[in-house]
């Protein structure tokens, strides 16, 4: 006889009682190579065997001060990879799928990166793809005139989303006009941008001075980091990559009520200053981010979404920036619940400070940190990326290693006392996105929001 979910979770007693947690099991770290070659490229190697790939992450600081770099930064990404004088996109595309292997770029205000995978046995023939691209990209034409125009299509499309414009409502409010800000291009602006700029940014900004190569696979680590000197040695500069200037400290204040005629929901985005990695308080302030809104089993998920039913979705979450790192806080909301959202949000901020968290929410936070961090290492490219964030953090992977080891060691008390510092309604500061003449009167009556 089949019995159902149900009927399995029951006895006759009632409920099943679900077995405590097992011990987390540890994930080996291997350790990693550091070397930085003669050409400024600092490149880290690790060994960790499993399946015959390898995974690469090359990360350059590529910030720019003029309002027009962002246009030129974003087709250069989109055309990186698409000729040199010896291979045209389809022979750059079947040189990399000869050996397994892909490669992708991206661009955000703060850096490029290059990310990939392939066959451990083909590495060379990858960096040798890769240093063709990073010398000698000659960003053709016609491929430049295609990408823009595919890119003010998609930058149309996305600057109408809700989500997108609340980020850049949040951003001009954290940051003012500082170029951080600078997310996104305009479409104006990326149809202006020609081939020669461009290349000319390709010259002065894709360098390896500053920069960090990242080898994660079955590889030996020394033998690879040689094949990189080799592979890149034409790749050189005088000058070092552009690192982006810490912005300025963001103050708490009102929220900004920001317009969005005939919207249907409301975006709620909060913001206060938070801690780095290096700081003594980091593990602290994790914890209480995690009971805060950082998982689903956190006090505001199951205020506004389990128990009000307000949103899909709510979460809190640590964002690192140049020189320092941010709180944020941020849900969607239908228009006629936005100022309940609000309140709700504003007196679970208060209740985390002044009803702090029990030690049964601390110890099931504290297994979600230690657990999701070890899963996003058991994998060749969780582990590539984290090692790239820690270098570019000025971290290593002992920090990595050591941080269960410090949750471990956290004590409610702790929590508490970052509860207390960090996470009162005070510090916060951020904007309210919607249609004002739905919302306004609402949000305004509970005070904190500029006129």
Same mark, same amino acid.
């Given at each position: ?12 007693? &009632? ?9 987390? *099991? ?32 090359l990360r350059v ?23 040199? #004088? ?11 799928? @000869? ?13 490029l990166m290059i ?32 990408? =823009?125009?595919?890119?003010?299509? *998609?930058?149309?499309?996305? *600057? ?10 949040? +951003? ?35 360098? #390896? ?11 030996? %680590? ?8 080799? +592979? ?13 200037? #810490?912005? #300025? ?13 005939? !919207?249907? +929901? !409301? +975006?709620?985005?909060? %913001? ?38 307000? %949103? ?10 140049? &020189? ?26 208060? =209740? ?36 790239? @964030? ?11 290693? !050591?941080?269960?080891a410090r949750l ?44």
């Amino acid at each position: 006889m089949t019995r159902s979910a149900e009927e399995i979770g029951r006895t006759e007693a &009632g409920p099943r009682e679900l077995p405590p947690l097992g011990p987390t *099991r540890d994930v080996p770290l291997p350790d990693v190579e550091d070397r930085t070659l003669p050409n400024g490229l600092r490149v880290l190697a690790a060994h960790r065997p499993g399946v015959p790939m390898v995974e690469l992450r090359l990360r350059v600081p590529f910030a720019g001060e003029a309002p027009g770099h962002p246009a030129v930064a974003e087709l250069l990404s989109a055309t990186l990879l698409t000729g040199t #004088p010896t291979r045209d996109r389809v022979e750059i595309d079947d040189a990399l799928a @000869a050996v397994g292997a892909d490669l992708g770029v991206s661009v955000d205000p703060e850096r490029l990166m290059i990310t990939g995978s392939g066959l451990s046995d083909g590495l060379a023939d990858v960096l040798g793809v890769l240093a063709d691209v990073l010398t000698a990209a000659t960003h053709p034409d016609d491929e430049v005139a295609r990408e =823009r125009e595919r890119l003010v299509e *998609r930058i149309s499309v996305a *600057r109408a989303q809700p989500r997108t414009i609340a980020r850049a409502a949040l +951003q001009r409010k954290r940051f003012g006009d500082h170029p951080i800000t600078r997310e996104m291009p305009t479409g104006e602006a990326v149809a202006a941008v020609t081939a020669e700029e461009v290349r000319a940014l390709q010259t002065t900004a894709l360098v #390896p001075r500053g920069s960090i190569l990242t080898l994660v696979g079955d590889i030996d %680590t020394g033998a690879a980091i040689a094949e990189v000197e080799k +592979q890149l040695a034409a790749w050189t500069s005088e000058h070092a990559a552009v690192e982006m200037s #810490p912005p #300025p400290p963001v103050p708490p204040g009102d929220l900004e009520l920001v317009h969005r005629p005939g !919207s249907v +929901q !409301s +975006q709620l985005r909060l %913001t206060a200053p938070a801690v780095r990695r290096d700081h003594p308080d980091y593990a602290a302030f994790q914890l209480a981010n995690l009971v805060f809104g950082g998982y689903f089993s956190s006090r505001w998920m199951e205020n506004i979404r389990e128990d009000k039913g307000y %949103t899909y979705g709510a979460h809190s979450g640590i964002e690192f920036i140049p &020189g320092g790192a941010l709180l944020g806080v941020d849900t969607d909301v239908a228009s006629d619940v936005t100022a309940a959202a609000l309140l709700e949000t504003r007196y679970e901020l208060g =209740r985390l400070t002044a009803v702090p968290p029990t030690a049964e929410e601390v110890d099931a936070a504290r297994a979600y940190s230690i657990g999701s961090l070890l899963i996003s290492l058991d994998n060749q490219g969780g582990l590539a990326s984290t090692i790239t @964030a820690m270098a570019a953090d000025g971290l290593d992977i002992d920090w990595v290693r !050591s941080h269960p080891a410090r949750l471990e060691a956290v004590t409610v008390e702790q929590v508490a006392a970052a509860a207390l510092t960090y996470f009162a309604p005070t510090a916060f500061t951020g904007v309210v996105v919607g249609d004002a003449d739905v919302i306004g009167a609402g949000v305004r009556a509970l005070g904190g929001i500029a006129s």
